[in-house]
């Protein structure tokens, strides 16, 4: 069964820092992808980052990265430079090696303060 | 094209109507999706179809039923709602999986309201 956990439901960031966003998932596929989704207020699920379970270099997307730790299980965000647009829910996000379901974690509530 | 586009964005409905969401994708997706999302939940997976053909369906209840006329468009339509079908409800779509590992693409959603 495939399982991801994010154990921080808020975290507050001041603005023009760094925010690490923890996510620790468990499979027993060994192959399977990784992605992290951004959704404002407004609803919409935004892609941000994809990390792949033999990709060697960690992912990066603009001041989007994605620390992965394989042998720990974990695939954190780190958003830097943080801006008041980044205010949102942040969901860690699991695809085995079959199939088509995405498995979701809880969830994130960031707030950047000015 | 990296569009998922859903009507009505907004939809309030009694529990003897019948309405349907709507969804359409061009990007040549095979796999689409219904989730139903709750206020700072993650979303909770509905129906899966995968090349035109219902492949999940996680125990919904019928009052919710899903349709896909062709590769670029995805249907629910709702009968008999319960308030407590009020929610954000998100369509995505992506490439079929075995080895592919291509992202979800989300729309906007419909925030429905069952009164």
């Known amino acids: 069964a495939q399982k991801i956990t994010q154990t921080q439901p808020g975290m507050f960031v001041q603005e023009k820092e760094a925010v690490t966003l923890d996510c620790t998932y468990d499979t027993s596929d060994p192959s399977y992808g990784l992605f992290w989704y951004k959704q404002p207020s407004s609803g919409e699920m935004i892609f941000l980052i994809y990390q792949g379970s033999y990709d060697q270099q960690n992912a990066t997307e603009g001041r989007y990265s994605l620390n992965f730790q394989k042998a720990r299980k974990s695939a954190n965000l780190v958003i830097s430079a943080s801006q008041l647009g980044d205010s949102a829910m942040y969901f860690c996000?699991?695809?085995?090696?079959?199939?088509?379901?995405?498995?979701f974690g809880t969830g994130t509530s960031l707030t950047v303060i000015p | 094209d990296t569009e998922v586009t859903q009507t009505p964005k907004h939809l309030v409905m009694g529990m003897t109507n019948k309405k349907s969401l709507k969804c359409e994708q061009h990007m040549g997706h095979r796999a689409m999706y219904w989730y139903k999302q709750k206020a700072k939940k993650p979303p909770e997976l509905m129906f899966v179809y995968s090349y035109e053909k219902l492949s999940i369906n996680e125990s919904v209840p019928s009052r919710f039923s899903p349709e896909c006329p062709n590769s670029s468009l995805l249907n629910l339509h709702l009968h008999a709602l319960q308030p407590e079908d009020s929610a954000l409800y998100l369509c995505a779509s992506s490439q079929p999986g075995g080895g592919n590992y291509n992202e979800q693409f989300f729309g906007p959603g419909t925030r429905l309201t069952v009164l």
């Open positions: 996000a699991m695809r085995g090696r079959v199939g088509n379901q995405f498995y």
